[in-house]
T-cell receptor
């Protein structure tokens, strides 16, 4: 079956620190992989995506590379800002049907 | 381009009542999916509609139902509400059905008392 395992939080970092949030997946077939971000009281916003192995998604300084050999899609950012404080969700899209499988979310707090 | 619009934003209902939530997808998007978000279970898939037909359904009881109209707007209904139905209900719209990103609305916060 399909599932996503995401690094447990919460994560607290100082401004300008390096961020890594680990994400691994199990899937039948060849899914697309996504990172979504959720700010308090809001819905999910697409942060980045990758649709095939070795693709790198990037947006707003965040990056993630689709690693088929390790079934991973880790999120990284070189220098976090206070405004990056949010909950981050790793997700896969089942190619056999239009359904997303989400990780449990990782809460990030960036302190000045 | 307007985003996904969900109404209402907040609802308080009593156990045993029923509720209807509405979702207007991004213009031109024909696929609408619904998710339930709770602190304990995280994000769980409810169902997906495309061209007015339910194409996929998650593992929820029959009290949860939905429909899609010809203009792609969707509604979901929960009957005989239980306390455990308290959650944030998120609607997502996509242009196509497969391997494409979904755009989420702000959600409807349902509280059952």
């Amino acid at each position: 079956g399909n599932s996503v395992t995401q690094m447990e939080g919460p994560v607290t970092l100082s401004e300008e620190a390096f961020l890594t949030i680990n994400c691994t997946y199990t899937a039948t077939g060849y899914p697309s992989l996504f990172w979504y971000v959720q700010y308090p009281g809001e819905g999910l916003q697409l942060l980045l995506k990758a649709t095939k192995a070795d693709d790198k998604g990037s947006n707003k300084g965040f990056e993630a590379t689709y690693r088929k050999e390790t079934t991973s899609f880790h999120l990284e950012k070189g220098s976090v800002q206070v405004s990056d404080s949010a909950v981050y969700f790793c997700a896969l899209s089942d190619p056999a049907g239009n359904q997303f499988y989400f990780g449990t979310g990782t809460s990030l707090t960036v302190i000045p | 381009k307007a985003g996904v619009t969900q109404t209402p934003r907040y609802l308080i209902k009593t156990r045993g009542q029923q509720v209807t939530l509405s979702c207007s997808p991004i213009s031109g998007h024909r696929s609408v999916s619904w998710y339930q978000q709770t602190p304990g279970q995280g994000l769980q898939f409810l169902f997906e509609y495309f061209s007015e037909t339910q194409r996929n359904k998650g593992n929820f009881p029959g009290r949860f139902s939905g429909r899609q109209f010809s203009n792609s707007r969707s509604e979901m209904n929960v009957s005989t509400l239980e306390l455990g139905d308290s959650a944030l209900y998120l609607c997502a719209s996509s242009f196509a059905r497969y391997n494409t990103e979904a755009f989420f609305g702000q959600g409807t916060r349902l509280t059952v008392v």
